[in-house]
């Protein structure tokens, strides 16, 4: 059978999503927990690799298994073989035909910058920082010029693996919360450091370094070393994953993102 999970996780302990040979990864311990509840070996692929020090509230992953285990042996059993920032927070069968990463239908990434002349301590690891004041006017005028159906070139890793560099950028919102800018970012997908690179270039803009039209010739240019450097992983959440009503998954509400309410209400 097939069987779908929801999973969140604290990124800061991690070395990314993807299985690596010292066992570090999200992927190594979800697996190895999942293998001691199913009895056998298991497999999982994922709806978005994430980097190291990346974060997720609302992952979803899929595997397949001989064993019959009730859902809640998916979630509990499987979370008490866990570190504790790694979770399991739902599980469901799904039909054969059912892929997390294929049938997704787009993904949200919500990424939290405390704006403050003093680095964060209590919020280490948990968001990213900038110093200087940002002007958020001139940060939303830059954003809606990556809006659409792009080659994102510019904004792409050269360890990107996809096969396109094109992508439909949906909706890129930007908001404050007294001293938090919150960047809202929703594609059909996302190529590797896409957006951590899109963030660190509009900061560029925020604090004056290059004006809003700027962006846009970055974008037209595709050129990677046009653009700002990687921005800091520590503040970015895979928040949502979208699938058709058809696969009968939990969904998580763009209201819901990030549960980490307290961090940013004012």
């Known amino acids: 059978m097939r069987v779908a999970l929801g999973i969140e996780y604290h990124g800061g302990g991690f070395c990314g999503w993807q299985t690596q040979p010292a ?26 690799r994430t980097d190291a020090g990346v974060h997720a509230l609302a992952q979803v992953v899929h595997f397949d298994t001989a064993a019959d285990r009730p859902e809640s042996a998916w ?20 039909e054969p035909r059912f892929h997390a990463r294929y049938s997704a239908l787009g993904r949200s990434y919500r990424y939290v910058l405390l704006n403050h002349a003093v ?4 919020d280490q690891g948990r968001v990213g920082w900038h110093h200087r004041p940002l002007a958020l006017d001139a940060m939303r005028s830059a954003a809606q ?3 659409g159906d792009h080659d994102f070139s510019a904004f792409r890793s050269s360890e990107c693996q ?22 809202d970012l ?8 896409m957006v951590r690179n899109i963030i660190g ?10 004006p809003p039209q700027w962006l846009g010739e970055v974008l037209a240019g595709r050129d990677r070393t046009h653009a700002a450097p990687t921005f800091d992983a520590s503040g970015l959440y895979l928040a949502q994953v979208e699938y058709g009503a058809e696969w009968g998954l939990p969904q998580v509400s763009r209201a819901q993102m990030p549960r ?6 004012t």
């Open 23 to 48: 066992a570090c990864s999200v992927q190594d311990k979800l697996e190895h927990a999942l293998g001691q509840i199913a009895g056998e070996s298991i497999a999982t692929i994922c709806a978005g």
């Open 75 to 94: 979630v509990r059993g499987t979370n008490a073989l866990l570190p504790s920032t790694l979770a399991v927070t739902w599980a469901t069968r799904v």
């Open 119 to 122: 680095r964060p301590a209590a």
């Open 145 to 147: 010029l990556l809006i």
């Open 162 to 183: 996809a096969r396109s560099p094109v992508r439909q950028l949906r909706s890129l919102e930007i908001a404050r919360r007294g001293d938090y800018v919150i960047f």
């Open 186 to 193: 929703c594609a059909n997908a996302f190529l590797h450091h």
């Open 201 to 210: 270039s509009l900061v560029y803009v925020g604090n004056g370094k290059h």
């Open 260 to 265: 980490l309410a307290y961090l940013i209400d």
